[in-house]
Nanobody
Framework: QVQLVESGGGLVQAGGSLRLSCAASAIWFRLSDVGWYRQAPGKQRELVATITRDGSRIYVDSVKGRFTISRDNAKNTVYLQMDSLKPEDTAVYYC??????????WGRGTQVTVSS
């Protein structure tokens, strides 16, 4: 059973920074694609950023230039560095580990709250 544990969330003022971590128990971690998603109250879960097994990155337009996704395969961990945070970034942030198109796993999420 694959386990994903997110950490690093919290309360921060607008303009501040947080770094989220997603630690995975999968031994095949380096072969996976990993995404960070977020879900705000009353809204659908949305993709924030992804990093593929070869290091390619994709960001949603609203976070480009502010968020950076990275991975450390030696630690089975993916990070999301979030800078210049805005109140609209407030959400529960989840990581998703994907291997191919049919196998994927979700973490339980970590709360990020940005005050104005």
């Amino acid at each position: 059973q694959v386990q994903l544990v997110e950490s690093g969330g919290g309360l921060v003022q607008a303009g501040g920074s947080l770094r989220l971590s997603c630690a995975a128990s999968a031994i095949w971690f380096r072969l996976s694609d990993v995404g960070w998603y977020r879900q705000a109250p009353g809204k659908q879960r949305e993709l924030v950023a992804t990093i593929t097994r070869d290091g390619s990155r994709i960001y949603v337009d609203s976070v480009k230039g502010r968020f950076t996704i990275s991975r450390d395969n030696a630690k089975n961990t993916v990070y999301l560095q979030m800078d210049s945070l805005k109140p609209e970034d407030t959400a529960v942030y989840y990581c998703k580990l994907s291997l191919g198109v049919t196998s994927y796993y979700w973490g339980r999420g970590t709360q990020v709250t940005v005050s104005s």
